[in-house]
């Protein structure tokens, strides 16, 4: 098969010929038919994950159909059209027993524990428990842009953040991850302020629903702005970027019992902000992270979307080859580009 690889952190991927997979007794082999280019790519790339064994081929954000099966696999079959959340559970660990495989004791994720899906072909582990089934309607590139992003915002704001209608919801970031929380906000009745220094990305927000925008770039104090927008804070607000910045604007322009969800990964620099615990306390604010979506929960979400109240093919951006893939991976500290990118053809 032909795949992305790299040999060395932060050294420039390869498009090289490796042999095809072979599932394991538990597992499937996917035939990737599109895969998103993530920043969570990018961490794991310039190595940022502990996980990573080298070499490696990156990607987990896809889409495609079963090629084989292994022997214990009883709920698909060769043909079905699936994808997978960018966290699979083991099954056997008290998490997995709970329902919460997102945070699994011994979790599988393809693009970091195992080989990723900038391939033809992926090896996909516990098929039974994480992939999940893909309605006809649903298009591959559509259905890949919701691997890590999409999902990881709708977790962050429906069960993590409990937004309900009404409410104000600030979105720090506005990248696949923070564009995505905007438009699932907005879904479920709220008000949503968009933050970002691009205005290509604060325009697309706006199109999508935010009821107001503040251009990071041009305002001193973007806590302060977001409260006067909101008349006292928001009631829930998400760093969708993973960043000291974000983090700290995000909670101190919450409103007092407000909820701060980190979405975006804090890694490097950026991996010990020092959040004003002070606020926090005097607030009553509640700081929850978020970390993907269960494969059981893709329904709900899958719901919304057959039902037109949610259009994630309003945020794929470019579609590109794998070859380019390389290029748009390692270039991705640059934020160049609005919405999500991904590859289409292999």
Not at 112 to 134: C, K, M, P, Q, Y
Not at 166 to 190: D, F, K, R, Y
Not at 233 to 241: E, M, Q, Y
Not at 312 to 320: D, N, S, T, W, Y
């Amino acid at each position: 098969m032909k795949a992305v690889l790299y040999e060395a952190f932060s050294a420039p991927p390869k498009l090289v010929t490796l042999p095809d997979p072979s599932p394991e007794a538990h597992g499937v082999v996917v035939k990737v038919e599109a895969t998103g280019v993530c920043r969570s790519d990018w961490h794991g790339w310039v190595g940022h994950d502990p996980d990573i064994e080298l070499p490696h081929v990156p990607g987990h954000e896809l889409a495609g159909t079963v090629a084989s099966v292994g022997r214990e696999v009883t709920r698909f079959k060769v043909g079905d059209r699936v994808t997978v959340p960018f966290v699979g559970g083991c099954g056997h660990c008290p998490e997995c027993h709970a329902g919460h495989q997102q945070v699994c004791d011994h979790q599988f994720q393809p693009g970091f524990t195992h080989w990723g899906s900038f391939a033809e072909f992926v090896s996909i582990h516990r098929a039974d428990l994480n992939l999940v089934a893909l309605p006809d309607s649903l298009d591959f590139t559509t259905a890949a842009s919701l691997g890590c992003r999409f999902v990881t915002s709708f977790r962050a704001v429906v069960d993590q953040g409990r937004v309900s209608g009404g409410e104000w919801v600030a979105v720090h970031g506005c990248g696949g991850v923070g564009l995505s929380a905007v438009m699932i906000a907005v879904a479920s009745g709220a008000q949503v302020v968009a933050v970002d220094i691009s205005a290509a990305a604060l325009k697309l927000a706006r199109d999508l629903g935010a009821v107001a925008t503040v251009n990071a770039r041009e305002v001193d104090d973007v806590a302060g702005a977001v409260r006067e927008i909101t008349q006292g804070g928001a009631h829930v607000s998400l760093d969708a970027l993973g960043a000291v910045s974000t983090c700290v604007n995000s909670i101190n322009g919450l409103r007092k019992r407000g909820r701060h969800v980190q979405v975006g990964l804090m890694a490097g620099e950026h991996a010990a902000p020092p959040v004003p615990m002070g606020r926090v306390i005097s607030h009553e604010l509640e700081i929850l992270g978020s970390h993907g979506m269960q494969a059981h929960r893709y329904g709900a979400m899958l719901q919304m979307i057959e039902a037109g109240r949610l259009k994630p093919e309003q945020l794929v951006g470019r579609r590109i080859s794998l070859e380019q893939s390389i290029e748009a991976l390692t270039g991705m500290d640059r934020f160049e580009g609005v919405g999500v990118t991904v590859v289409t053809e292999f």
